[in-house]
């Protein structure tokens, strides 16, 4: 992927919800099976752990969130 793609992906992963990085994912997911080019499957995984990472942020935040109000009610 070119610099460009990356942006666009990057863009995408700051607004997408989790229901659509959750679609994302599984789309990928199927790709990855398909191709075996060695630098698109590089691309493809790369693609997939910073959906992970970002779900796991948004899941932290809100935790942390929650834990938050919990304290000051």
């Given at each position: 992927m070119d610099k460009e793609e990356w942006k666009s992906f990057f863009r995408f992963i700051d607004g997408g919800s989790e229901a659509e990085l959750q679609q994302r994912k599984d789309a990928l997911a199927g790709v990855l099976q398909k191709v075996t080019d060695p630098g698109v499957r590089s691309d493809?995984?790369?693609?997939?752990?910073?959906?992970?990472?970002?779900?796991?942020i948004r899941q932290n935040l809100s935790s942390r969130r929650q834990v938050r109000r919990s304290k000051s009610a």
């Open positions: 493809i995984r790369r693609m997939l752990r910073l959906i992970d990472e970002e779900v796991l």
